[in-house]
């Protein structure tokens, strides 16, 4: 009796693996439909892993390992992973935090007396969460930023009161950690987070043309060149990533706390999580987007799924998010559409070549291929177009774009975003008077938008 007992549990249980298997089978192919549609219509060419309780649902490398088109993506290439790297570096300023070693109110003149008066402003939470009143830095070097911090008279706003992304805030966190840790920033990361995590397949500040690393192209298939940068940056299989965001989410890393601390945002700005969400004391969404000539990668913990959907892409085409929503909408067994391609990357190339053909491409795919080209947030893609081009101080051409953007029908908030960064293009440009004159059509559309009230109270001194 107790054989045919113990053999009816082992049938049942053999019965049910079986039937996990078997759907676990059939997302990994809807997945892989999705991912392949994506590939030949030309929005995604990477890594993509998706794992839920635990268990891993789909895995694939997907597209070439760079423009030739002659080698195959593997899953074990590495990739850049851009602005998420400014989590390692706000961790790590946490840890020394959680060890007494630095406090978050200290100012920046404590650890460099040598820059300006304006460093006895600027404390440590102005650079995690980047309200510093740190201007965009141009500097492709470590050097080239000191110098440039060095050079700064005034800051472009009261710190804690604006958000705005420099990477001289990233810049700073390293060199603090530098200066409290005693050791250099590439060894206290690697010491402290990358061997807790087991990434054993990551390497800081490899060169991108190593051959281990999946080479990025632009949609041309042009390989990227290699070029100077700033230091710290972590080249990292999916693998690895998916150990780091398991790990930090799962605060073994750093305390609950000190994540909590670094999820803080202000307005519309990103966290040094980029996109963390707590309820009831409890993290139950963490979600952070980077792009870097043409890398580009999305990590996404739902933790209240329990489900992690990681995408790393070497041909940059700014459609990872739909896509990791398509994933979860196969994955909750709900319809979804492959994205089309993207207009903003397309005219951001167009415009930087020659601005009026950029025009004229845009008014042709509006007019003849919106069944090719994603329109779902045009504005969007003129306003982040325009800011590319401020980037490249080139502040007129951007004016005319976010004016084009005003003519469409507009929401409140996306009329008075636009009329934002007018602002701020006139005052690149130091036209005052016009830049008051936006960023009052700005506020009377959206009273909220605190960048821009932060904006007048500064102008109208």
Not at 248 to 255: G, R, V
Not at 384 to 406: E, I, W
Request: proline share 3%; net charge positive; charged share 25%.
């Amino acid at each position: 009796m107790k054989k045919i007992f113990l053999s009816a549990i082992l049938a049942l249980y053999l019965f049910t693996s079986g039937k996990l298997y078997a759907q676990r089978d059939v997302l990994a192919g809807r997945l892989d439909s999705l991912m392949r549609a994506a590939q030949r219509t030309g929005v995604f060419n990477g890594n993509v892993l998706v794992v839920k309780k635990g268990q891993l649902i789909y895995k694939a490398a997907i597209g070439y390992a760079d423009g030739s088109k002659n080698y195959p993506l593997t899953p074990d290439k590495r990739f850049d992973i851009g602005s998420i790297a400014k989590e390692f570096n706000g961790i790590a300023i946490m840890l020394l935090a959680q060890q007494g070693k630095l406090s978050l109110t200290d100012r920046l003149q404590k650890y460099f007396p040598e820059l300006p008066a304006w460093a006895d402003s600027v404390e440590i939470s102005h650079l995690l969460n980047y309200t510093s009143g740190l201007p965009v830095s141009s500097g492709n070097s470590d050097e080239g930023i000191k110098k440039e911090l060095m050079a700064l008279k005034h800051l472009t706003n009261v710190p804690g009161r604006s958000y705005v992304y420099s990477y001289s805030n990233v810049y700073l966190q390293q060199r603090i950690i530098e200066k409290v840790s005693g050791m250099q920033y590439n060894s206290f990361i690697e010491k402290h987070i990358l061997k807790p995590c087991g990434m054993t397949h990551t390497l800081m500040d490899l060169p991108i043309s190593d051959t281990t690393m999946a080479i990025a192209f632009n949609n041309k298939f042009v390989n990227e060149k290699p070029r100077q940068t700033p230091t710290g940056w972590p080249r990292l299989t999916i693998d690895d990533l998916y150990r780091f965001l398991s790990a930090a989410d799962s605060y073994k890393l750093i305390s609950k706390s000190s994540m909590q601390q670094l999820a803080q945002s202000f307005g519309e700005g990103e966290s040094s999580l980029g996109n963390a969400k707590f309820e009831n004391g409890e993290l139950t969404w963490h979600q952070h987007h980077g792009s870097n000539y043409n890398y580009e990668a999305l990590m996404t913990h739902d933790l209240k799924q329990d489900l992690y959907v990681i995408l790393m892409t070497n041909n940059q085409n700014f459609k990872v998010r739909p896509l990791t929503e398509a994933i979860i909408a196969v994955l909750n067994q709900k319809p979804y559409t492959v994205p089309k391609r993207s207009l903003y990357l397309e005219l951001r190339e167009e415009v930087l070549a020659d601005f009026n053909n950029g025009i004229a491409f845009y008014r042709l795919v509006r007019e003849q291929k919106k069944d090719q080209y994603d329109f779902s947030f045009e504005i969007g893609d003129l306003v982040n177009t325009g800011k590319f081009l401020m980037r490249r101080n080139r502040p007129d051409d951007a004016v005319k774009l976010f004016q084009l953007g005003l003519l469409l029908d507009l929401q409140d908030k996306d009329y008075a975003i636009a009329c934002q960064f007018i602002a701020e293009a006139y005052s690149q440009q130091g036209n005052r008077d016009l830049a008051i004159l936006y960023a009052q059509k700005a506020a009377r559309k959206d009273p909220d938008n605190k960048i821009v009230q932060s904006f007048l109270k500064q102008a109208l001194k």
